[in-house]
């Protein structure tokens, strides 16, 4: 059985992702709102990508702001590189968990609220020069 896990255990080392990244889990903001403005930054450099989320009146700009310059952060300290020669090569909003609260309403009813989380992730990399 351990024989098993040791190999199992040198296959994640393998497979995994060496490209900086940030994460960013339970940030009270809807992922379909989040991805709205993920959408223009998708693909860009880091120093342009930035620029255009800090004049972006969008409410997720603030914490994509954050989380790329966290990545870019890890991607200096932990690879060696600098901001100028990497960009946003994946960016998505998943689902976190949903908070369930309720709005009283006439006749002793009540109407139901969500409010939604997302977990935030940047994966950046670094710019192939053609």
Same mark, same amino acid.
């Not at 223009?40 to 880091?46: H, P």
């Not at 310059?69 to 998505?92: M, P, Q």
């Given at each position: 059985?351990?024989?098993?896990?040791?190999?199992?255990?040198?296959?994640?080392?393998?497979?995994?992702?060496?490209?900086?990244?940030?994460?960013?889990?339970?940030?009270?903001?809807?992922?379909?709102?989040?991805?709205?403005?993920?959408?223009?930054?998708?693909?860009?450099?880091?120093?342009?990508?930035?620029?255009?989320?800090?004049?972006?009146?969008?409410?997720?700009?603030?914490? +994509?702001?954050? +989380?790329?310059?966290?990545?870019?952060?890890?991607?200096?300290?932990?690879?060696? +590189?600098?901001?100028?020669?990497?960009?946003?090569?994946?960016?998505?909003?998943?689902?976190?968990?949903?908070?369930?609260?309720?709005?009283?309403?006439?006749?002793?009813?009540? #109407?139901?609220?969500?409010?939604?989380?997302? #977990?935030?992730?940047?994966?950046?990399?670094?710019?192939?020069?053609?």
């Amino acid at each position: 059985m351990a024989k098993r896990m040791r190999e199992k255990a040198k296959a994640r080392a393998e497979k995994k992702d060496t490209r900086p990244s940030a994460t960013a889990k339970y940030i009270r903001i809807s992922p379909s709102k989040a991805r709205v403005v993920m959408d223009v930054v998708r693909g860009k450099s880091v120093v342009e990508a930035v620029a255009i989320l800090e004049n972006t009146p969008k409410a997720a700009s603030a914490p +994509l702001v954050k +989380l790329i310059n966290s990545a870019a952060a890890n991607a200096e300290s932990g690879k060696g +590189l600098t901001k100028d020669e990497l960009f946003v090569a994946e960016i998505r909003a998943d689902a976190g968990p949903i908070y369930k609260r309720y709005q009283p309403v006439s006749k002793g009813r009540a #109407h139901s609220i969500m409010k939604r989380t997302s #977990h935030l992730t940047v994966v950046l990399d670094k710019k192939e020069e053609a």
